[in-house]
């Protein structure tokens, strides 16, 4: 078990495009496994390699996540089991190279957070439903549909894999009050 290190805006890291994985070995596996214990132990409900400062297309999440009231996309707290696909509480799924291939309907995702933007929420346009398709850790093509929380999960963490953070998809208002909030404490510190 390792706790990789999370990378926080403005990391540069953060912006850039990730990269096809081309061979599943053993230490892409090894990664998928640590940013799983990643997510958990922050906690978070998705993460992506990009946030561990890993220029590969591999993310993982939590698909039991369920909160209805509480949208954060990496802050979850409240989650209920969907005990018919996962027993245990700190089940997670890795997609490899993973893509948004169709997208419908809309839904604004309250509040939503991440991992890597530290202290600010927003509220932020997202599909309400996506058609994913991508590898799993075993090499083998999984293609499914997500609505909901889970929906955004999959769009807010595979927006990471294109240097994508959702406070890119608020107004720019609001953007800027989050940056001279960092810039701010960054002077600080
Ligand atoms: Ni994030």
């Known amino acids: 078990m390792a706790i990789l ?12 495009k990730a990269k096809p994985v081309e061979v599943i070995d053993d230490e892409i596996l090894e990664l998928i496994k640590d940013m799983a214990d990643t997510m958990f132990d922050a906690p978070g409900v998705g993460l992506a390699a ?15 996540a369920r909160s209805s009231k509480n949208r954060d996309c990496e802050n979850g707290e409240t989650q209920e089991q969907d005990s018919s696909e996962n027993e245990s509480k700190n089940d997670y799924r890795a997609i490899i190279n993973p893509e948004i291939i169709a997208a419908s309907g809309s839904l604004i995702s309250e509040n939503e957070a991440c991992l890597s933007v530290p202290d600010y929420s927003a509220d932020v346009k997202r599909f309400s439903k996506v058609t994913v398709k991508g590898l799993n850790p075993e090499g083998k093509k999984i293609q499914f549909d997500a609505d909901d929380i889970q929906a955004v999960i999959l769009q807010h963490e595979i927006d990471h894999l294109n240097g994508v953070l959702y406070i890119d998809r608020i107004s720019l208002l609001k953007r800027n009050i989050y940056k001279k909030r960092v810039t701010k404490k960054a002077k600080e510190s």
């Open 5 to 16: 290190k999370i990378v926080e805006y403005p990391d540069p890291f953060l912006t850039l």
């Open 50 to 64: 990009p946030q561990v400062r890993s220029d590969k297309r591999i993310i993982v999440y939590n698909p039991t």
